[in-house]
């Protein structure tokens, strides 16, 4: 296929839309009823007139590692951690965040740093503590104050003051799992219109060659809102007061990329691309008294709960048990090696053997109603280049990300409907979206499959006539 791009050197924007999902933006095959194409004027023109599909993320899908793992072509496994909490060693309490430190891969804006040119940066994850670029930087919703040096350089800080006339950035709301939901959407909305404004600001003030940003308003709704707009969801009522809630999002997101749009160069290419996707949660899955119960994890007190309890604040009697787990929208089985974890009870030789036996427990456990869940347990070194630091043994998907994982104990039965961190209404889902467009070259809606997170960093270097360094993981899309 002809490279049409290939010799010229693109100025490029790249929109991040966190958890958005390919049935609502594309028409497809396998769309349904949420498909919001034909309301958002601007994202159908780049759909219609570009390339286009749904871009495979990372194992985990979620937010840290993926955004990282798109941006350094790395997989989770090179990069060596598997969400934002990660085992710092083989002891049972030790755990680590997965900062802005934690990455050890140079990503896209390092390599443009090198090549001489300009990046801005806003709202990405993984980019708190700021570190020097060629550019600006806003760092993300990881970022835990905006006390803290969140911009660099710093003075930018002063600048964003100014512009939004001395009222507070926000990174993030401040907790999108509430029953309030009135107050969640005035959150949202407020966060995602001081986040345009200032990045409308940098486009007309700074220079740039590449401009990303990051929107986590969208993964915050669709996690606070879901129930209340999708009729398949288990929970949905229908002609509830919050139903138009995310389509209204999803249009002002419209509006504001049609001013974008209306600020580039005739020349700049634009790439909207999401991390994951998202679905209805249809419940959750209670691992670590699943674990109890199939005799896998022993406590040393019969518990008595009142109330819910989380993991770290139970006693394990480790001498006698042989895996746990952790919760979050997938689960990790980590198991108790001997030789490896402090009080190891599965012996070295045994380990494969006792693996095997958990990940055919766990894809063999139907759900609620006895009907298979078609659960996946992976094993990381058959997903990864390689594996670095303590990686997970199993990595879970409960009924292909349906249903999330349940640390806690207190609960009555090892399937739940509520979550144990507060409201959710969606998981992720393993696909998140690609477009890509030239204003230059009308591609007429190009269908493309077999797109993967790590293609997105090799193709942005090649759009801007940067050489794609060897180790990158993915390719450069064909266009």
């Keep these: 296929m002809l490279n049409f791009f290939r010799r010229r050197k693109h100025q490029v924007l790249v929109v991040g839309l966190d958890c958005a999902p390919p049935p609502v933006l594309f028409q497809t095959s396998a769309e349904h009823s949420l498909g919001l194409k ?270 819910i309890i989380p993991f770290e604040k139970v006693e394990v009697d480790w001498e006698k048990t042989t895996a746990w787990g952790a919760g979050g929208y997938y689960a990790r089985i980590f198991m108790n090696v001997e030789g490896r974890e402090p009080q190891g009870k599965i012996p070295a030789s045994k380990y494969e053997k006792t693996r095997d036996h958990l990940k055919e427990l766990i894809e063999s456990l139907p759900d609620h109603t006895g009907r298979p869940m078609n659960s996946v347990a992976f094993k990381p070194q058959d997903l990864y280049r390689q594996v670095r630091n303590v990686a997970p043994d199993l990595m879970v998907y409960f009924g292909n990300l349906r249903w999330r994982s349940v640390g806690s104990f207190g609960l009555p039965d090892i399937y739940t409907f509520e979550n144990d961190l507060g409201p959710d209404d969606a998981n992720h889902a393993q696909d998140g979206v690609f477009i890509l467009w030239d204003p230059r070259h009308n591609h007429r809606g190009k269908y493309v499959e077999g797109l993967q997170l790590m293609d997105v960093a090799p193709t942005i270097l090649d759009l801007m006539g940067v050489g794609v360094p060897p180790d990158m993981q993915g390719r450069v899309m064909a266009r």
């Design 38 to 307: 034909d309301h958002l004027p601007n994202l159908s023109r780049l759909v219609d007139e570009g390339i286009y599909g749904p871009l495979s993320s990372s194992i985990p899908c979620i937010t840290v590692p993926a955004w990282t793992s798109m941006l350094a072509s790395k997989d989770p496994g090179v990069l060596g951690f598997y969400g934002f909490r990660n085992r710092a060693d083989h002891s049972y309490d030790r755990m680590t965040i997965a900062t802005a430190n934690a990455i050890h891969e140079k990503r896209v804006w390092d390599i443009l740093t090198e090549a001489d040119k300009t990046s801005i940066v806003v709202g990405v994850p993984q980019t708190y503590p700021v570190q020097p670029l060629k550019g600006h930087l806003i760092s993300s919703f990881l970022t835990p104050s905006t006390q803290r040096q969140y911009t660099f350089p710093n003075d930018l800080r002063f600048e964003i003051d100014r512009v939004l006339d001395g009222r507070d950035y926000d990174v993030d709301v401040p907790q999108f799992r509430t029953d309030d939901k009135s107050h969640l959407l005035q959150q949202i909305q407020e966060m995602t219109e001081k986040r345009f404004q200032v990045i409308k600001y940098l486009l007309r003030e700074k220079p740039w060659d590449l401009f990303m940003f990051v929107e986590i308003g969208l993964d915050r709704l669709h996690h606070g809102m879901w129930k209340f707009w999708d009729p398949a969801h288990p929970k949905h009522e229908p002609g509830n007061p919050y139903q138009e809630a995310i389509p209204d999002y999803y249009r002002y997101l419209d509006r504001e990329l049609g001013e974008l749009l209306g600020m580039l160069d005739d020349d700049a290419v634009v790439l909207v691309t999401s991390d994951h996707g998202a679905q209805a949660m249809e419940g959750g899955i209670v691992i670590n008294e699943w674990l109890r119960r199939e005799g896998l994890l022993v406590l040393k007190d019969e518990p008595r709960y009142q109330g």
